[in-house]
């Protein structure tokens, strides 16, 4: 895999997880939101109510009630409470112990509630229960009866004739008392609907968020490639070009001077050095090859381990091979005894210093064809950058010397 793919993946996965990450506190903090605004909805139609009930019964007079039953503050308000909450899943109504309406008797719940309400100082109660396999926010507020209230909920006796006629002595609508609880508002929401809408604002801000990500991974995608990826390339294609040709003419032309530019221009910089040695090396070696060409007596030069590199027709004609022939030979496979030779160079290397080197030494060579043959040796040393080149000037000894 190329690099770009594998820094793409590794953006791309990274920005996923964070986009999951956002999804997940997205949707719990609209989840708590939504919740939040429910029970603000819930809690001002209660009041609401309560409010009416309290206002109604303090202003509307006994004799208005009988002749407009819509006037009765229970029955005005369940009637207002129909039109708060038309079109909305919020679902409201009434509820008390003293009910007389079959339609307010309160449900398990709400009489759990009804007895927190009548034995704490609670001034609301609301909470997300299972209901029906679905989840649903319960809410209540209590109604406290008013001074307002005993008028028709006192005694039997002081009630208006209407509410005699219709609730016989002993019904639980009478012997109200001032600050007593009489029963609650209770609101219900299903949160179905709500989840749904969170759901699909959650689906609609993924598919924008998934299409910013989209973009901005092939944008970075391509930035990178751009800005680092595409000049590192270049430098790993000069590299491999050198390698190749073994050349160092080749250059990048620098963009920029971050890193990446420095990196460009440190690569030139370090062709341009090799070039200039590798020009100093090619020129001292012509140099010294026709040196040794013109020289007098057959030279070679040779490796610590022996391998003869360079040779002039002298030692051609010495050793009767052709230059291309001796070229990559060993020296000590000519030599009758190469053990001084040997441990002369071991001695170099380990002491620095060797009695062979830069002294006349007497030699029994042969040729290609075994004839032997007596020289007169000397053996130079020279360090090239890498490794030290030993060069040996032989010098036929005449017969009976």
């Known amino acids: ?4 793919a594998k820094l793409t993946l590794i953006i791309s996965l990274l920005l996923i997880v ?25 809690r001002t139609i209660a009041r609401q109510i309560v409010e009416t009930r309290e206002h109604l019964s ?12 819509e006037l009765i503050p229970q029955v005005a308000a369940t009637r207002i409470t129909q039109r708060l909450t038309k079109g909305t899943p919020y679902y409201v109504r009434q509820v008390s112990q003293r009910f007389r309406n079959p339609l307010n008797r309160p449900d398990p719940y709400e009489q759990a509630v009804l007895r927190q309400f009548a034995d704490a100082s ?48 002993g019904h ?69 070009t050198v390698t190749r040709s073994g050349t160092f003419s080749t250059r990048i032309e620098p963009r920029g001077h971050d890193e990446i530019g420095r990196l460009v221009e440190a690569f030139n ?22 040196f040794i060409e ?6 070679v030069t040779f490796l610590p381990d022996g391998k003869i590199v360079i040779a002039n027709q002298k030692a051609e004609k010495l050793f009767g091979l052709t230059r291309e022939e ?12 190469p053990l001084p030779l040997r441990q002369g160079l071991e001695d170099y290397f380990s002491a620095g210093s060797s009695q062979v080197l830069g002294n006349a030494s007497r030699q029994t060579l042969r040729d290609v064809c075994g004839r032997c043959f007596e020289v007169e040796m000397v053996v130079s040393v020279s360090q090239s950058e890498h490794e030290a080149m030993f060069s040996a000037i032989l010098r036929l000894t005449p017969k009976g010397d």
């Open 18 to 42: 964070l986009l999951i990450v956002l999804a997940w506190t997205s949707y719990h903090h609209d989840q708590e939101m939504l919740l939040q605004e429910s029970v603000e909805k819930a």
């Open 269 to 290: 910089d370090l062709m341009a050095e090799l070039e200039r040695r590798t020009r100093q090396r090619a020129e001292s070696d012509e140099r010294y090859r026709n």
């Open 122 to 169: 609670i001034a609301e109660r609301y909470e997300v229960v299972s209901q029906n396999g679905a989840e649903t926010l319960r809410y209540l507020l209590p109604m406290v009866a008013e001074q307002s209230c005993l008028v028709c909920h006192g005694s039997f006796e002081t009630a208006p004739r209407f509410v005699q006629q219709r609730f016989p002595k």
């Open 172 to 240: 639980p609508s009478y012997n109200y008392r001032t600050g007593e609880l009489i029963g609650a508002i209770s609101v219900s929401v299903p949160l179905e609907a709500l989840h749904n809408r969170i759901l699909h604002n959650l689906a609609q801000e993924q598919a924008l968020q998934g299409s910013i990500l989209l973009v901005l991974v092939l944008l970075t995608g391509w930035l990178i490639h751009r800005t680092i990826l595409a000049p590192v390339s270049r430098v790993a294609e000069g590299i491999a």
């Open 58 to 69: 303090s202003v509307v007079r006994a004799e208005q009630a009988e002749q407009n039953y």
């Open 294 to 299: 013109i020289a007098q007596s057959p030279i």
């Open 1 to 4: 895999m190329r690099i770009t």
């Open 326 to 337: 001796l070229l990559g030979q060993c020296i000590f496979d000519f030599m009758e005894d």
